[in-house]
């Protein structure tokens, strides 16, 4: 099929390469000019386990190409997706559409009344927004063709994203599910014969990208209304986020009662009701998503009058949670103030060069705000943490310049080089050999052997 996606971040890229790569013909817009020579060069402009591998195969097969304008190709589109930003509006606490707005304008303008495009919300969007898009798509058209209808030409569907970045090909590749949303026959039949492939795993898979062993085929189809499209997004989500805070409230009282919420969650996570994913005590959520999809769920729940009470509980306790690594120094040291402390690990998770809405932010903020001294590492991000946070830290690229002299060592992102550091040759290089493990990390007994006090979260 032709297909266009607009949008070339986490989404619209895995979504482009693992289209083209099924065998469609994929148009990628981006109004980011930088991104769109990136993804020409076939050089992926986002850190992702597979993506430059993938994205150099389709580049040569001539199955993708990228532009800053989608030109003739919304004309010949079968699939047109919208998987552009949608980010805290930080006034309303729902989701600013503005980018949304302003991609379903310029596909209504470029419709070609010859040709049906399904126009497809792949961006998560207010439970609703599918009726909005129609109404933008509509006002792009009526700007450029004054007094005639676009009856016919388009429809708009909702097919959610579940991605979760770091993994972003292997989830778009090898998905769990695949939720529809769209009441319109004909639509729904153009994209399950888009996703034929998927569904059914009818393709050789990249060695940059390997099948999951025990993989069990067909992916589930979801075919629902596009309203419930939405909602399965939303409620994935916020689930999500419930059990890790559910998981932290555990670990809350694992310390006062002497537990281990490592062994606690475990062995709870046996149970096939529960599972034993986001089930880890640490420094809390955070991540493009979560934060702004609760939020954008919460502010939803309270238009119709409801309080959505277990998503605001969620909330509180991921707040207080990211704070635990400082309250836990301060009952420490006692006195924070220039204090040299090494925070290591910036990202919102390993795997990733992603910094929205990172619990490390949180931490490096407060630590500011109490006067010590951060000294803050990222195997991959170190550099654009500098850019984008106005703290007062220094900003290191070899996790050796924040360890020496550090007074404390604070874990917020379990990279899986910290899970190697060889602490018996680094605990000489600190000032005091004291670890703050946010992600329960280290086995406490190795390090507490070498004379280093360690406190986990939860143990
Ligand atoms: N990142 C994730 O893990 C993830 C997972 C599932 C769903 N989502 C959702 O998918 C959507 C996209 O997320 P993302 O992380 O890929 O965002 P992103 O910020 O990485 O990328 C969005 C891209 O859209 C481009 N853009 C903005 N307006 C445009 C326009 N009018 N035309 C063409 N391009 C435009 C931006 O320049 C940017 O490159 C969001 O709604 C997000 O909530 C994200």
Not at 356 to 384: G, K, W
Not at 390 to 406: C, F, M, T
Request: charge should be negative; include cysteine; aromatic fraction near 6%.
């Amino acid at each position: 099929m032709q297909v266009l996606v607009l949008g070339a971040g986490y989404v619209g890229l895995s979504t482009s390469v693992t289209l083209a790569y099924l065998g469609h013909e994929v148009v990628l817009v981006d109004i980011n000019p930088e991104r769109v020579e990136s993804v020409q060069a076939a050089h992926s402009p986002i850190l992702e386990p597979g993506m430059d591998e993938l994205l150099a195969e389709v580049r040569s097969q001539g199955r993708l190409c990228a532009a800053v304008d989608a030109g003739g190709a919304v004309g010949r589109a079968d699939v047109a997706f919208i998987a552009v930003n949608t980010p805290p509006d930080v006034a309303s606490g729902d989701a600013n559409m503005a980018y949304v707005q302003a991609a379903a304008v310029s596909l209504g303008r470029q419709l070609d009344p010859s040709h049906q495009v399904v126009v497809v919300n792949k961006s998560t969007v207010p439970i609703g927004s599918a009726n909005l898009v129609k109404s933008w798509v509509e006002d792009g058209w009526r700007s450029t063709h004054p007094g005639a209808s676009p009856n016919g030409t388009f429809t708009v569907a909702s097919n959610p994203e579940f991605l979760r970045e770091g993994q972003a090909l292997s989830d778009s590749l090898y998905p769990s599910r695949i939720v529809l949303g769209t009441d319109v026959p004909w639509a729904m039949e153009r994209l399950k014969a888009l996703y034929a492939p998927l569904v059914h795993q009818s393709f050789p898979a990249p060695q940059a990208v390997p099948r999951p062993a025990g993989l069990t085929t067909p992916i589930p189809v979801a075919a629902t209304d596009r309203v419930s499209a939405e909602l399965v997004k939303y409620a994935s989500n916020a689930f999500l986020a419930t059990k890790i805070s559910f998981a932290n409230e555990i670990a809350a009282i694992c310390e006062r009662v002497g537990a281990d919420v490592t062994q606690v969650m475990a062995a709870v996570g046996q149970d096939p009701r529960i599972g034993p994913q986001f089930l880890e005590a640490g420094v809390g959520w955070g991540g493009s998503c979560f934060g702004k999809d609760l939020s954008a769920l919460m502010h939803t729940a309270r238009e119709y009058g409801l309080q959505p009470v277990l998503a605001e509980a969620a909330v509180d306790v991921n707040r207080r949670q990211r704070l635990w690594l400082v309250r836990q120094l301060q009952a420490t040291l006692k006195t924070l103030k220039g204090r040299r402390v090494a925070v290591l690990g910036l990202t919102f998770k390993p795997g990733t060069d992603d910094l929205r809405d990172s619990p490390a932010e949180t931490v490096i903020a407060e630590l500011a705000r109490l006067s010590a001294r951060v000294a803050a590492h990222d195997p991959v991000a170190a550099e654009a943490a500098r850019q984008a946070w106005p703290y007062p830290a220094e900003y290191v690229s070899h996790v050796g310049d924040a360890l020496v002299g550090a007074e404390a060592v604070l874990l917020v992102t379990a990279w899986p080089e910290y899970a190697t550091l060889d602490w018996a040759q680094w605990k000489d290089a600190l000032e005091r050999p004291l670890v703050l493990d946010g992600r329960n990390l280290w086995a406490p007994d190795d390090l507490r052997r070498l004379g280093i006090e360690y406190y986990g979260v939860g143990r």
